[in-house]
């Protein structure tokens, strides 16, 4: 971390993926350089589509987020029956198991430990798993009350591209905006820990009491995320 319910018994989906993803499942992405994913898009739902449907904003939170460290409060979390979303900035989490891109000597603020942690125990790699950052439980907003928890998985749209990730780590209480190194690259933005990201356009979609185990089953992430982001987009 940086300091800076559809309705699933009509739909027939079962949210806890297995371990083996389903023989229709479509591929994870391709690594990349320094064991990063490759840029792709994942499924068939738009951007345009998820960011219709997020449109208008029932607030959830009590009030505000900031997006860095001292800004001013102006993310407030929203809700419907099936998912929670805002829009924010990206800032990098480096955090987790090192590698050559995420490591104590490429970011000043990395911890080698992430929220949740991995089937075998490991933490989480955020040069290979994308994942997202949600703030920390608090009266301004408590996510585990709104079905979200390690594992959720979220939809993340920035411009023209979509890609699915799962709730990987907390951050601080009072600040929101936040993804793995591979969530960035996986959306072309630069995903350097010093001074990547990008200041503002991106939107975060969880969907509600959904959860991949094993948490780091990205295959099984983008294809439970393809089927509620589908649902979610029809209205339920």
């Not at 407030?76 to 198991?97: E, K, N």
């Not at 979609?205 to 987009?233: C, M, N, T, W, Y």
């Amino acid at each position: 971390m940086r300091v800076q319910s559809l309705t699933l018994a009509a739909a027939g989906l079962v949210l806890l993926a297995p371990t083996t993803p389903p023989a229709t499942a479509p591929p994870g992405p391709a690594p990349g350089p320094q064991g990063a994913v490759a840029v792709r898009r994942e499924g068939d739902v738009s951007a345009a589509d998820l960011l219709a449907r997020v449109r208008a904003c029932p607030q959830i939170s009590r009030g505000r987020y900031r997006t860095d460290e001292g800004a001013p409060p102006t993310v407030p979390v929203c809700g419907t029956r099936d998912a929670v979303y805002w829009t924010a900035d990206m800032d990098i989490d480096c955090d987790g198991r090192p590698g050559p891109a995420c490591n104590a000597r490429t970011d000043p603020l990395y911890s080698g430990t992430t929220a949740y942690q991995q089937s075998d125990g490991r933490y989480l790699s955020a040069e290979t798993l994308p994942y997202i950052v949600v703030p920390a439980a608090s009266p301004l907003w408590d996510h585990r009350a709104h079905g979200v928890r390690g594992g959720s998985v979220a939809a993340v749209v920035h411009r023209d591209r979509v890609q699915y990730a799962v709730v990987g780590d907390t951050g601080p209480r009072d600040i929101i905006g936040e993804a793995s190194y591979a969530t960035a690259r996986a959306l072309g933005i630069r995903a350097d820990p010093r001074g990547g990201g990008t200041p503002s356009g991106v939107t975060y979609i969880v969907f509600k009491d959904s959860q991949v185990k094993p948490i780091e089953d990205h295959a099984a992430a983008v294809a439970v995320g393809e089927r509620l982001a589908e649902l979610f987009v029809r209205g339920g």
